[in-house]
């Protein structure tokens, strides 16, 4: 009878080439972060005096009218469509081609929303967008 000794191994343990493989893995990736982080760069300095250039506001305004029929014009309160069709006479005579989007509440008579967009065109505003929600 043959003893257990006598037994062929036909499997190949990999385990120590894994083993090789995880470190060479390592030793690259540390190698790797090492150069990218040595580099040197002289930034260029910018001076401490404030900018004199004015703040623009932004080219596109937005318009919005909520469910109880507040208008505001880019978050500020509006108290009225003649104080509305003041802000965007300024506002258009300072921003040519001056886009704007309307968002109204869904529970909102219609006829406000149709007054802005009245107040929109006595302003000359040519690019008006009404923002909707995507449908589900």
């Known amino acids: 009878m043959a003893s257990a000794d006598d037994k062929n191994f036909d499997d190949i343990n990999v385990t120590p080439m894994v083993d090789l493989y995880l470190v060479l893995l390592l030793i690259f990736i540390i190698m790797t972060t090492a150069g990218v ?8 300095s910018a001076s401490s005096k404030p900018a004199t250039q004015k703040m623009e506001a932004p ?9 109880s029929g507040n208008i505001k014009l880019n978050a500020i309160p509006i108290s009225s469509l003649s104080d509305l069709e003041t802000k965007l006479s300024a506002l258009n005579s300072s921003i040519p ?5 309307v968002r109204g509440d869904r529970s909102n008579q219609y006829q406000l929303i149709m007054d802005v967009l009245d107040v929109l065109g006595r302003v000359g505003v040519n690019q008006i967008g009404l923002a909707t929600q995507a449908a589900k």
């Not at 982080?37 to 260029?44: A, E, N, R, T």
């Not at 080219?59 to 919005?64: G, S």
């Not at 081609?97 to 989007?101: A, E, K, R, S, T």
């Open 37 to 44: 982080q040595g580099l040197k760069v002289d930034l260029p």
């Open 59 to 67: 080219k596109t305004q937005a318009i919005t009218i909520d469910s």
């Open 97 to 101: 081609d001056m886009p704007v989007v």
